[in-house]
């Protein structure tokens, strides 16, 4: 019978089909790959501005006509429309930017018989300290009102309020030099005089009384005289914004520090700035926002930074040098500093720039066309004005958004104020608004990768032994119960796994430590002692038990193993881990209080030991499930072979089995290694999430994926911390991005080394 060839034939439909798959397939795998790089795009685009210099262009040159000559001071309101000119005699000349007003004067409500011998403007704080010929000192403070007019149009009127005369000095001495801190019950104002050719450098403190009808009058509470602590002649002072301290800048090249001890002001320190650099004198010198770092420069041009610390077993915070700048061309004439953060604004002659006291980082330099006599940076930080030889104002709008980030903030070591050395330290939140924002991913990473290791110490041994011996030495019947099982263990979700880490788990072994360090050591033991021991056992024994059920008795060996090291694990305590309490002065047994004594090292609840487990327990499904498919997979004939040729099944499975399976064993860590390092919920709730440098198995971590979880909400949108984070997600896509290619490239080179077909 002849075949009829329309039996053979594929329906149009099945075709079609067929065919819309295809390119279903090919468009769908085509999306995912663009879906991908969409990601990575959307993520590029809220990093780069992190690594943008500032942007600065002129909008406004102003014909003021300023007597420049004797301006001492350029201020600014928080918008930089009505700039202010302080004057030698005191006076303030405003310019309107924007309205009709032009130039206009006002006077400070000084009395006709004040003789003014020292003005001094503070930009950072607004404020205008002046002295008198007999001793007195006042403070001025400049402020800005914001009113609208019917047509909805904005003026700014300024106000200026004369503080109360305060005798500083002796009534025949005038005031040469004077600066005031503090606010409501901590305030100083101090005054540097000269009287028959002696110095005098004295201070007085100001109380303000409180009661139930609100604040009283402001009265001197302390008079101080440190004309014999102070060693050479008083150049400038600076005195803190909280007026806890001093710094004075000498006519010798140092720095005093004087800081606030019960009701004393002591000297705490001298400082050298430029003892090793050609020129030892100080030309400029001024805090920086918070007042923890002091920035100095000479007339080489050399900047250095101080800042404030507290020594490792020392009493009183001091002064280090911690940041060196790039040098600027010519003498720095000119310093302000933001009130908005760390950055500062520096000037010479036709020179201007723009640094960050944190990063050491220069945002921005130019040579102006014009000489500069006095600048001044607006509270916000964008804009900036200069005044020229001829009394013009020069106005610039700055944009610079991410002015604390760069690659030194994110991956370089730097020394933070308040920090005894430099580190690698993330801290994006502080409780104040002067507070350092200290952003390097290193601890993160280290921390990601230290949960990382963990887990797979734990994860690694038992799921591969695991898989070996379900796969090779189980029964068929056994092997059907015990896969499915730990499969399902993937199924758990990872907030569960971390809550009972958390509640559960973490004190328990914090209760229990030796004990649980004795069953790492115990239970692999037990293991191959009863795996050596069922080898001795005569044949008509061990053929009573089916093959492959041997842990039918292995498994309770473990249990009473843990159940003993539970038992024994106290007395071990006792024995190796006594310490002496510090409350108490007893000798007690703690491992928790042992531990960071004898160590060095810090003991947390929340630590890595935990993590390793719960992790683990999550990787475990993963590696093995693979794992197993791959050793499964490997041809029977190679297995039968081995055996005829009589090897055992251990050694089959040793030689033969593993080498084979290689490259997916390989691929089982590797995508084990990616569950782990991206792993979320379970670090968040049981590592008690601090951003530590070590790998501490007793101390706790803060990871790349956790910290996004926990910053995330918290974060402005497009502020640095917010584009800081996409960074860290970056970073932790190309470490697994790194393991995935490396795994890959690994993968071929071991399929192709023990692969059995040609």
């Not at 430590?513 to 005569?538: A, D, E, H, K, N």
């Amino acid at each position: 019978m002849k075949p009829i060839p329309e039996r053979f034939r594929v329906a149009k439909k099945t075709l079609l089909f067929d065919k819309f798959m295809n390119n279903f397939i090919v468009v769908g795998g085509l999306g995912i790959i663009l879906a991908v790089f969409g990601i990575f795009i959307f993520i590029l685009a809220e990093i780069i501005p992190l690594f943008d210099k500032a942007e600065v262009k002129q909008s406004t040159v102003f014909e003021a006509k300023l007597p420049a000559n004797r301006v001492i001071g350029l201020g600014v309101d928080e918008w930089c429309e009505l700039p202010v000119a302080i004057l030698d005699d005191a006076s303030l000349l405003y310019t309107d930017l924007l309205g009709t007003r032009g130039t206009f004067e006002k006077k400070l409500p000084l009395d006709a018989s004040d003789k003014l011998t020292c003005v001094n403007y503070v930009a950072r704080k607004q404020e205008l300290i002046v002295g008198t010929n007999d001793g007195r000192v006042a403070v001025a403070e400049l402020k800005y009102a914001t009113n609208f007019l019917p047509s909805g149009q904005r003026v700014i009127e300024p106000d200026v309020q004369l503080g109360e005369m305060y005798p500083v000095l002796d009534a025949k001495t005038a005031v040469t030099l004077a600066d005031f801190g503090g606010k409501s019950e901590s305030q100083l104002i101090l005054a540097v005089g000269t009287t028959n050719g002696k110095q005098i450098v004295k201070g007085v403190t100001l109380k303000q009384k409180r009661s139930l009808f609100g604040k009283g009058k402001v009265e001197v509470d302390t008079d101080y005289d440190f004309s014999n602590q102070v060693k050479g002649t008083v150049k400038d002072i600076d005195v803190s914004i909280f007026g806890e301290s001093f710094m004075l800048t000498m006519e010798d090249g140092t720095l005093q520090f004087f800081a606030k001890e019960g009701e004393t002001f002591p000297l705490r320190q001298i400082i050298k700035p430029f003892e090793s650099f050609a020129d030892k004198e100080i030309v400029k010198g001024e805090y920086l926002l918070g007042d923890a770092t002091f920035v100095v420069s000479n007339k080489n041009g050399d900047i250095i930074g101080y800042s404030s610390y507290l020594a490792k077993g020392a009493k009183n915070i001091q002064f280090a040098h911690t940041k060196t700048f790039e040098k600027i061309p010519g003498v720095l004439k000119h310093f302000t500093s933001c009130l908005r953060n760390k950055a500062f604004l520096i000037a010479g002659e036709k020179y201007a720039s723009i640094r960050y006291g944190t990063t050491e980082d220069t945002r921005w330099e130019k040579k102006l066309d014009f000489d500069i006599q006095s600048i001044a940076l607006s509270g916000k930080y964008e804009k900036m004005l200069f005044m020229d030889s001829e009394g013009r104002l020069h106005k610039y709008d700055i944009t610079d958004h991410h002015p604390e980030s760069g690659f030194q903030a994110f991956f370089g070591k730097i020394w933070y104020e308040g920090q005894p050395e430099a580190d690698y330290i993330w801290q994006s939140t502080g409780g104040t608004d002067d507070f350092e924002p200290k952003l390097s991913l290193i601890p993160l990473i280290i921390g990601s990768l230290k949960g990382t290791f963990y887990a797979l110490l734990f994860a690694v041994p038992i799921s591969l032994i695991a898989a070996l011996y379900t796969s090779q030495f189980v029964t068929p019947d056994v092997k059907r119960i015990v896969k499915p099982t730990v499969e399902i263990m993937a199924s758990l979700p990872s907030v569960v796994l971390g809550f009972l880490a958390a509640l559960w788990l973490a004190p328990i072994v914090d209760r229990q430590v030796p004990s649980f360090l004795l069953m790492i050591i115990v239970v692999p033991t037990i293991v191959l002692f009863f795996g050596w021991l069922w080898q001795q056992f005569p044949v008509y024994i061990r053929v009573k038990l089916p093959v492959g059920m041997e842990f039918a008795i292995a498994i309770p060996l473990i249990f009473l193993g843990c159940y003993l090291c539970t038992l024994i694990g106290p007395e071990v305590e006792k024995i190796f881990f006594v310490v002496t309490d510090p409350t108490t002065g007893k000798k007690v047994a703690d491992f928790r209080l042992w531990w960071p004594e004898t160590m060095g090292i810090p003991y947390t609840q929340r630590n890595a030991l935990v993590v390793g487990f719960v992790m683990g327990f999550a990787v475990i499904p993963i590696i093995f499930t693979i794992s197993e498919d791959a050793m499964s997979n490997v041809p029977k004939s190679l297995r039968s072979g081995s055996l005829a040729l009589g090897a055992s099944r251990w050694q089959t499975a040793i030689n033969i089995v593993l080498p084979t399976a290689a490259a997916g064993i390989f691929s089982a860590v590797m995508i084990g290694f990616g569950r782990a390092v991206g792993e979320t919920m379970i670090v968040v709730m049981a590592t008690g999430n601090t951003a530590v440098m070590d790998m501490n198995i007793f101390s706790g971590m803060r990871t790349l994926s956790a910290n996004t979880a926990v910053e995330i909400p918290e974060a402005p949108q497009h502020s640095t911390l917010y584009r800081g984070l996409f960074l860290g997600a970056m970073v932790l896509f190309l470490i697994t991005f790194a393991v995935n290619t490396i795994a890959e490239v690994m993968r071929q080179k071991l399929r192709e080394r023990y692969k059995t077909v040609e």
